[in-house]
């Protein structure tokens, strides 16, 4: 199986192909033309009217030769649109990667099977933000209005560290709201341990005696 690189190659020397073989065939009928209007011209024994006649096909050739250059050249560009895009590559090129006949070519030539598809990219569950409650720290993920999303701690992804909400302006301002995020004062005193309960107290009565 080829490399992405190398299949992205070849995509692009067939769709080189392709506009040369379009070259190919609109030198040949333009060549036809003229060959056709001189027949004509020698069968009129080189008449005034057949002259001008014959000088009107080659004009008419020419202009239909670069027309059909100018149309493959824009459908090479249109493909090489379509592969840069499909194999991971920067789309440079004036080319419309959308065009049908660009899509066309991905599906019958460039990648037929597949294999070369981009794949999608996974929807974000949510930002991860490092909540404060009395002194202990976890990381958790919370959506556009600052609600957790996950109930477990988020650990070893790479974004951990982090100590400040950065989502929209919405999403900051309904996070703070709801304390997320938010880091203690540092001359805050650390909070009082909690109260015991009193001790119960047992009232002990004197026997009562009892008269003989």
Known sequence: MLTRNEAYHRASLA?????????????????DAVTDADGKLR???????????????????????DAAYAEAEQRHRDRLGAIKRHFGQQVMNSGDPDADHALAFIETVADPEGPYAPQPAEAPIG????????????????????????????????????????????????????GVGMKPDPEEPPPAPPIPPPPMIRLRTAPTEVPR
């Open 127 to 178: 930002e991860v933000v490092e909540i404060n409650y009395n002194g202990i720290k976890r990381c958790v993920r919370v959506d556009a209005r600052g609600r957790v999303v996950a109930e477990n701690p988020v650990a070893d992804d790479g974004w951990s560290t982090r100590g400040a909400f950065t989502g929209d302006a919405e999403a900051f301002l309904a996070a703070e709201r709801a």
């Open 43 to 65: 069968q009129a024994r080189f008449s005034t009217e057949a002259r001008t006649v014959r000088d009107a096909t080659y004009g008419a050739a020419g202009d239909a030769r």
């Open 15 to 31: 769709s080189e192909k392709i506009r040369d073989d379009a070259y190919r065939a609109a030198d040949q009928l333009s060549a």
